[in-house]
């Protein structure tokens, strides 16, 4: 796998290789110019995510981009990843499709809530109301877990602009995210599962508890939740 990317090793190194595959991967979907503007002190965005260098990563298989310059991540992304380096590839979910103009503004907030000095991990979680259920019932825009020494603190991330009906389109996530944290298979099984996924210890049930970020929205007061730009 590595002899095909040895051009792009070119005053660079593997890890920064890894990282920037893993940072694509990490976001599902981003374009060129938003890797231009990601990361700025980081050696790998510098070294390793030109266009020269992206282009080089598509033709070998690693990255797919679109017509509108969409890149996304690719089954051989993760071959190379969970066997040369020491990502958790377990948690990253590729993408499906090209990715429209909602999917790159989360990907916006995804590359700052990475820039965050104690960030740990972004997944991307669903929800089913019942066991057994086909259909999801709540989907997050991301799951953000932040590691402070031992300390793990989850917060699900809604990134929100106004749109018709707005308070009730926030009144019927919070309703559904109060029934989640009510419900004591979320720590059973869902965290249970995940935590054994992302590779951290689990925590008694009594220690359990998440928030929810909203980003880009204005403040209803809600316990619990945080309202915020970034």
């Not at 990907?107 to 991307?124: G, R, S």
Request: aromatic letters at 16%.
């Amino acid at each position: 796998m590595k002899e095909e990317l040895k051009d792009i090793k070119k005053g660079a190194t593997w890890q920064n290789i890894y990282e920037t595959l893993w940072h694509i991967a990490t976001v599902r979907y981003c374009t060129q110019e938003q890797l231009k503007t990601a990361f700025p002190k980081n050696v790998w965005r510098r070294k390793c995510a030109t266009p020269k260098k992206i282009k080089i990563m598509v033709e070998a298989g690693y990255l797919k981009q679109s017509e509108t310059d969409v890149i996304t991540a690719t089954h051989k992304t993760i071959n190379l990843l969970k066997t040369y380096s020491d990502y958790n590839t377990d948690i990253i979910k590729l993408g499906k499709g090209e990715g429209g103009k909602d999917t790159l503004f989360n990907t916006e907030i995804f590359f700052q809530l990475m820039e965050l000095p104690n960030f740990f991990a972004i997944f991307y979680p669903e929800f089913y109301e019942h066991p057994g259920d086909q259909h999801v019932w709540l989907v997050p825009d991301a799951c953000l877990l932040l590691k402070d020494s031992d300390q793990i603190k989850m917060q699900f991330i809604e990134i929100e602009r106004p749109k018709p009906d707005w308070e009730k389109h926030l009144w019927g996530k919070k309703l559904k995210y109060e029934k989640i944290a009510q419900d004591i298979n979320t720590w059973n099984e869902w965290w249970r599962y995940w935590s054994k996924v992302l590779k951290i210890n689990l925590c008694p049930i009594e220690d359990f508890g998440f928030s929810i970020w909203c980003v880009g929205s204005d403040s209803f007061g809600w316990p619990g939740w945080k309202f915020s730009n970034l």
